[in-house]
């Protein structure tokens, strides 16, 4: 079965801070998909990125980043210079591969969320 | 707008009652996938279907059942509402080429 921990339920920084959101993940697949989402108080789920498991290349994206490690089953998220704006519930989640020739995805499961209060 | 549509929004109902809710994935998905959001567990995944097909199933109550029509909208029964059942409701489609799952801005259920 899959797994996704983040253990960190809340974190609250000041602005400009740098932050680290920790994923752990677990799965038995050799191909998966790892993925960010947020969710702002307006409740809608908003993708940041999907990485596969072939992929262990860190991402950058403006003031986030990304650190894949496959041998610590890790995919952690920072974001540096926080801002006000980024307050948000941030979800890791794992997918199980492709399927039916590559045409879909498996069902994603999600971890159970870190609640970021970046204060002014 | 993501492109999957959730119908209604927002609904407010008394237990015991049975609701449906309404979900249109993106033109050319063929999977559509269903999450309960609830503050005590979490984004958890209810059923998938590809295709018209049940695909994959999650932690879903007898009292809830899905399906997917030809045209490849879905629908989420919920019935015998009781009030642990208040969650935001997810629909999700997903197709290769894009970043995975594109979902939908969610039906927010309220039991009362």
């Known amino acids: 079965a899959q797994k996704v921990t983040q253990a960190q339920t809340e974190i609250s920084v000041v602005e400009k801070e740098d932050v680290t959101l920790d994923c752990v993940y677990e799965?038995?697949?050799?191909?998966?998909?790892l993925f960010w989402y947020k969710q702002p108080p307006s409740g809608e789920l908003v993708f940041l990125i999907r990485?596969?498991?072939?992929?262990?290349q860190n991402e950058i994206s403006g003031r986030y980043s990304w650190n894949f490690q496959k041998s610590t089953s890790s995919f952690n998220f920072t974001i540096t210079a926080s801002q006000v704006v980024d307050s948000a519930v941030y979800f890791c989640a794992l997918s199980e591969g492709l399927y039916a020739g590559g045409t879909s995805y498996g069902k994603l499961t999600f971890g159970q969320g870190t609640i970021l209060t970046v204060h002014p | 707008d993501s492109g999957v549509t959730q119908t209604p929004k927002h609904l407010i109902t008394a237990t015991g009652q049975r609701v449906t809710l309404r979900c249109s994935p993106r033109s050319g998905d063929l999977s559509v996938y269903w999450y309960q959001q609830s503050l005590d567990q979490g984004l958890q995944f209810l059923i998938q279907?590809?295709?018209?097909?049940?695909?994959a199933k999650g932690n879903i109550l007898e009292r809830f059942s899905a399906q997917q029509f030809p045209d490849l909208h879905s629908e989420l029964n919920l019935s015998s509402l009781e009030l642990g059942d208040s969650a935001l409701y997810f629909c999700a489609s997903s197709t290769r080429q894009n970043r995975g799952y594109t979902f939908g801005s969610g039906t927010r259920l309220t039991v009362v």
């Open positions: 990485r596969n498991s072939f992929d262990e």
């Open positions: 279907y590809y295709n018209g097909e049940e695909r």
């Open positions: 799965t038995r697949d050799t191909t998966y998909y």
